[in-house]
């Protein structure tokens, strides 16, 4: 089975709306299928009630689909129980719940945190936030000039005093896949727990958290062709049975007095308040859409993306691509010779031409590189051969105009 670009995008009302759009800011956030907001809409109209709490048959199916949705996402990412599964607003959420939760609790002065130098900030500032509250040091796991990690210093970084990893699957500024199951293998050997931020590859990747090795996965909906306003932290059950509560309300307990409040089992232990549950909804619906393509060639077709792009580029003279390593993410993040970013990226939004530009949230790793921004390319399953060329006609264009 391959995968045709063109009746995927004609699964996106998006386009429908501008047809002339060539949307290259996947990585930002993914258009959504009809099939998603058919999913939210259906569940508004047919099953709309707040779930776990009333004795009627609307609650009943509202909450049927919202825990049909947390089956959804254990399967997607091969978790070995629902249970498992929290929802979240997303993956900056998620990982703020484990750097709470957990940190508070396994965090003491002296203990490390080792963050590697590519984290988009929604993975640097929740440790820098609870190491401040609980004295543990948060460390950098460096990233060399080329835009490999750099493996010798993390093995050197990996101390008995380190008690977390806390590192992304894909970069979202770059796109470099990190050696994750390594990574995990060795912290683990060192008696480390291992959070992986697969904001960036679950769209592109199967995923799976056992054979990763993974004792906290997270992710956004919003970027795997769901709705905004949910993502999913997968916490292995012994590790969130042991987690105390990062925020109190409704849900999350199993009773509450002045004399003191008893709180549920995990997820709802982690979900207090009425939760997202339509988007969660959605994101199954997005999920299943996802896992109804063939992966593997839609792999090879977002490969087969920039390996076009990659060839227009060479052609086009003064610009450089940031980190040539072949296991990437599909994205590029380009700097140009003489040409700002932000005035390319203008110069191509007249175009219908939708990039981003900027720092991508990861200072560290921009510093590390020696570079004050970049203009990010980045793909996902609708997008065609005819994309690249637009982007590379136009590219070429305002690199001329800028000149
Ligand atoms: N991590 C990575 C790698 C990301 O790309 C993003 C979003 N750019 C996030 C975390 C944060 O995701 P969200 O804003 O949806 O919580």
């Known amino acids: 089975m391959s995968l045709n670009p063109h009746a995927l995008r004609a699964e996106f009302p998006m386009f429908e709306h501008y047809p002339e759009l060539v949307y290259l800011d996947n990585a930002a956030t993914t258009q959504k299928p009809r099939c998603v907001l058919d999913a939210e809409r259906h569940f508004y109209e047919t099953a709309n009630a707040n779930v776990h709490r009333s004795a009627h048959r609307l609650s009943g199916l509202a909450t049927e689909a919202f825990e049909g949705a947390r089956e959804t996402v254990a399967r997607f990412l091969n978790a070995s129980s629902a249970d498992e599964i929290v929802f979240t607003r997303g993956a900056t959420e998620a990982i703020n719940l484990v750097a709470n939760s957990w940190g508070s609790q396994n965090l003491k002065p002296g203990d490390e945190i080792l963050v590697s130098g590519y984290e988009h900030h929604a993975n640097i500032v929740p440790w820098q936030l609870i190491a401040a509250q609980t004295g543990a040091i948060v460390r950098e796991i460096p990233v060399l000039p080329d835009g490999t990690l750099d493996r010798t210093a993390f093995l050197s970084l990996l101390q008995p005093q380190v008690r977390m990893v806390a590192i992304t699957h894909a970069s979202n500024a770059i796109g470099t896949h ?226």
């Open 178 to 403: 990190l050696p994750v199951l390594e990574l995990a293998a060795a912290a683990h050997v060192a008696g480390a727990r291992v959070l992986i931020d697969g904001a960036q590859a679950v769209a592109h990747e199967s995923v799976d958290v056992q054979a990763l090795g993974a004792d906290f996965y997270v992710f956004s909906g919003h970027k795997v062709y769901g709705p905004t306003g949910v993502g999913v932290l997968y916490g292995k059950a012994e590790l969130l049975a042991d987690m105390p509560p990062w925020q109190g309300g409704g849900d999350m307990i199993e009773r509450v007095s002045f004399a003191g409040t008893t709180y549920a089992p995990p997820p709802a232990r982690f979900e207090a308040g009425t939760p997202p549950v339509a988007q969660a909804v959605g994101l199954a619906a997005a999920l299943n859409w996802l896992c109804g393509l063939d992966r593997a060639a839609l792999k090879q077709h977002e490969a087969h993306l920039c390996a076009l792009l990659d060839a227009g580029l060479r052609k086009i003279a003064g610009v450089r691509t940031l980190a040539t390593v072949t296991e990437r993410a599909p994205l590029r993040s380009l700097v140009f010779d003489n040409a700002h970013p932000y005035d390319v990226a203008q110069l191509l939004d007249a175009r219908d031409i939708a990039v981003r530009v900027g720092k991508h949230c990861a200072e560290p790793l921009l510093d590390a590189l020696g570079v004050s921004g970049t203009l990010r390319v980045s793909f996902a399953a609708y997008n065609t051969a005819e994309d690249v060329t637009h982007f590379l006609e136009a590219l070429a264009a305002a690199l001329e105009d800028l000149a």
